[in-house]
């Protein structure tokens, strides 16, 4: 499973909660992920997928495969990797244009500061 990096502010309780009821200042949708793999084609998936489920990853966001681990090519799970990826760079894209609005509104209140 993959969940937006916690930024301190956020109780584990709230963070848990369903998508748009943890507050202020928590995402308004559902950015998790899962990923479940068996390696024979005889095993199934649908106790592993159901788990996901359970914990309240939507089927759509479910990336999944039948393949060994003595395959080193494993594409719905750099899929996975790939979609967390996206989430973590829109999340500090996020962070950067709050922070930046933050500067800017401390500037024009003539609050001196320097980032490096």
Known sequence: MCALPR???VPDDVASAPPGTGGPDTPATDIRIGYA???HLTQELQSQLDALEAHGIPRDKIF???VSTRVRVRPKFEAALETCRQIVLNALNGLQTA???TLDAATRHGVAHAVT
Do not use: P, Q, V, Y
């Open 64 to 66: 999944f495969e039948k």
């Open 99 to 101: 922070l930046s609005g």
């Open 7 to 9: 930024l301190g502010f």
């Open 37 to 39: 793999r068996c390696s």
